[in-house]
């Protein structure tokens, strides 16, 4: 993990999607406190989990990215704090 975290950017976030084939989408880049997760996969694969970061230190999915989840039909949210490489992951 201390790989993936190094290239992490510390001050916006990024996110994507894994889909049900293994494979991941396309990634998102947002602001500090906010992204939008591309959610695209391929023909025949849904979106099972949604992976994104927090800049601010907080390891834990927020309620709106909970909610933003579920809407979207996507069962799981793991959040990453790029600093330590902490990631927790939440089923919706």
Same mark, same amino acid.
């Given at each position: 993990?201390?790989?993936?975290? =190094? ?6 976030? +990024?996110?994507?999607?894994? @889909? &049900?084939? $293994? ?7 947002? &602001?500090?406190?906010? =992204? =939008? =997760?591309?959610?695209? @996969?391929?023909? $025949?694969?849904?979106?099972?989990? +949604? ?10 999915? &927020? ?9 979207? $039909?996507?069962?799981? +949210? @793991? ?5 330590? $490489? ?7």
């Amino acid at each position: 993990m201390k790989n993936l975290t =190094v290239r992490l950017p510390q001050n916006y976030e +990024v996110g994507a999607v894994q @889909c &049900s084939d $293994g494979a991941w989408g396309p990634m998102g880049r947002g &602001s500090h406190d906010d =992204v =939008v =997760v591309p959610i695209s @996969c391929a023909p $025949g694969a849904t979106p099972t989990t +949604v992976w994104h970061t927090h800049p601010d230190g907080i390891a834990e999915p &927020s309620t709106a990215d909970m909610e933003n989840a579920r809407s979207a $039909g996507i069962r799981r +949210v @793991c959040v990453t704090v790029p600093a330590t $490489g902490e990631t927790n992951c939440r089923n919706t």
